[in-house]
């Protein structure tokens, strides 16, 4: 009974709850098996699989796999300007992070600092709505924009300032580049507006009395609090737009692809082996960047704003 | 969270240069939509905008006639239920075992929220070559299994957030009352979640009604709806094609607002 007492003198937060695993450890890992046992046989088994089988060759006869040990498949990733496909999708992936970090971080600095709760809560509300929505259609959408006959050739022409449609709007890396940062700006806003909401208001004011002004604040105090937002925000997008293929194959030119393209096109030629090993090699090297940011910034650290 | 305007007064410019970027960033993500919206609403085959007295749901009709478009509808409706049905028992589950654990917390949360980050190509491609390895053949049952991956992470997030809300006191209070562990679960922490966990749920199937690149891999014959769509897009724009745009972006949009504005009565009652 004292023990108990004692027990629940401890302060409560931010530890760990004691509602259910305080007398009874096991609970945590029993309740985290479910999610375990989904992330394991339906993520982790299977990437395994196709990392093992990307070692293995085609089979002609019954256009599937057989265990015959080979190097080819990432003898074949430098062939016929895959390597390029690699590199293109990064620089755009990077491109596209850093334009959606340059518009997140004001975004969420009107947020965190400059609004009142009820607007900031509107804000938050309309940067996550659209991940709710039809990625296809967002991207569809912008046809209807930057098209020969969408709404801004049509003002251009309408106003004389130009004879004949922009021809570089639509199917265009610009029209891939704005679709993707449109689409993904929400993962850019909110680790940094987690980051924005661990600032301590006592310290902006103290500075703020000290006589410093909105850019020094901003400079000096904001920037490096939340700057393991910003890298975290950067680093969302950065991988999501890695996997994507949907802005590229409606809003991208001919011959604009990706790496997720490319590996439908591989399976179109039943190159199991080709795609398990560009698929291998993208997951390690996210894995990898995932490890090293979360080294770095302790990421799982951006939840606690959340009161998590 | 606490959201209280930090910065007041002077702001030499900055807080006009930060808001228009915010107006800005607002447009790119809803302007197209919008014009999509009003587009959909013209009666004429040709595409643009007609004044507000021609608005015309004729293609929204015209879309009830589409044996293929149903056929899709149904599809979807049933991987996202079942999706839906699935990751908000294991994400409530999660993130009850992330309140409860006291070391290797950062390391489970982030395991389960990585798989937001494995693009939808390779996990489609991965759970494919193995499902078939394995003798399941595809159908609306395999999408559902990969999109449960894909759902997951944000379902135990919404748990999570919702748990937060339990104070530990109010739990304390059932149990010195006399309620065991799963009594005050069930009579406490439940109702007090109800909110969220209907959000997991919502969350999860619209996720999972708008998600292709996955379905692409793991359908079977029958078509989901983003892969009708993705293929009526690439085979020429119709009017019909508008209308289905927009009815699926009212309806995703309409359930997110509603879930937001109930969130927001839900904290100035508090």
């Known amino acids: ?6 027990e629940r003198v401890v302060p409560h937060e931010p530890g760990p709850d004691e509602s259910v695993g305080a007398r009874w450890r096991p609970a945590g ?5 479910p999610s375990l046992a989904v992330f394991v046989g339906v993520g982790f088994i ?21 265990p015959a040990w080979s190097f080819a498949s990432y003898a074949a990733l430098l062939e016929n300007g895959r390597a390029t496909v690699f590199l293109r999708t990064a620089g755009l992936a990077a491109l596209t992070a850093t334009a959606s970090t340059l518009l997140a971080v004001p975004a ?11 607007r900031a809560a ?23 924009v930057l098209g020969r006959q969408g709404v801004i050739n049509n003002a251009l022409m309408s106003l004389g300032i130009v004879e004949t449609p922009v021809e570089w709007l639509l199917f265009s890396d610009f029209a891939v580049l704005l679709g993707m940062v449109a689409a993904y700006l929400p993962f850019a806003i909110v680790p940094i507006v987690l980051a924005f909401a661990r600032i301590e208001h006592s310290v902006i004011r103290a500075s703020q009395d000290l006589g410093a002004g909105f850019w020094t604040v901003l400079a000096t105090i904001v920037l490096p609090l939340v700057l393991p937002g910003i890298v975290a925000g950067f680093l969302f997008v950065f991988v999501v ?14 011959g604009a692809s990706s790496i997720s393209i490319m590996i439908n096109d591989v399976l179109r030629v039943v190159n199991f082996p080709l795609a398990f090993a560009i698929a291998t090699v993208v997951i390690t090297l996210l894995t990898v960047l995932i490890i090293i940011a979360n080294r770095a910034l302790r990421l799982s650290r951006l939840f606690e704003s959340l009161g998590i | 969270m606490s959201f209280d305007p930090i910065v007041t007064g002077r702001t030499s410019g900055g807080r006009l240069l930060f808001t228009t970027i915010t107006a800005l960033s607002l447009a790119i993500m809803y302007a197209p939509v919008l014009y999509l919206l009003l587009a959909s609403l013209n009666p004429d085959a040709q595409l643009g905008l007609v ?7 004729k293609w929204y009709f015209a879309l009830l006639d589409d044996g293929r478009l149903a056929g899709a509808l149904k599809e979807s409706a049933l991987v996202g239920l079942a999706t839906a049905a699935l990751a908000t028992p294991i994400g409530l589950s999660a993130a009850l075992a992330y309140r409860a654990m006291t070391r290797l917390r950062g390391v489970f949360l982030l395991v389960i929220l990585s798989a937001m980050f494995v693009p939808g190509t390779i996990e489609g491609l991965g759970l494919s070559a193995t499902l078939r390895v394995v003798g399941l053949a595809p159908s609306w049952v ?6 449960l991956l894909w759902t997951l992470p944000f379902a135990a997030v919404v748990s999570l957030i919702g748990l937060s809300a339990v104070r530990p006191s109010t739990i304390a209070a059932a149990r010195d009352l006399g309620a065991g562990p799963i009594r005050a679960f069930v009579d406490i922490t439940l109702p007090l979640m109800r909110t969220n966990l209907i959000s997991s749920f919502v969350f999860a199937f619209l996720l999972s009604l708008n998600e292709q690149a996955r379905a692409y891999y793991l359908a079977g014959r029958q078509n989901t709806l983003p892969l009708y769509m993705f293929g009526a897009m690439n085979s020429g724009a119709s009017p019909t094609i508008y209308a289905f745009s927009g009815a699926i972006i009212v309806i995703s949009v309409a359930v997110v607002a509603l879930f937001f504005a109930g969130l927001v009565g839900q904290q100035s009652r508090r």
């Open chain 1, 108 to 118: 969420a600095a009107v947020v965190g600092l400059l609004s009142g709760p009820r």
């Open chain 1, 1 to 6: 009974m004292v023990a108990e007492i004692e």
């Open chain 1, 241 to 254: 737009a890695v996997g994507t293929s949907m802005e590229i194959q409606l809003l991208g030119g001919a």
């Open chain 2, 142 to 147: 395999t999408i559902a299994i990969g999109h």
């Open chain 1, 29 to 33: 890992f029993l309740l985290a098996l």
């Open chain 1, 122 to 144: 509107l804000l938050l509300a309309l940067f996550t709505i659209p991940f709710f929505t039809s990625g296809l259609v967002r991207a569809f959408a912008w046809r209807l």
């Open chain 2, 51 to 57: 004044p507000p007295s021609r608005y015309s749901l």
């Open chain 1, 46 to 66: 299977p990437l395994a699989l196709i990392a093992m089988w990307s070692f293995w060759s085609f089979d002609p006869d019954t256009y599937w796999i057989k």
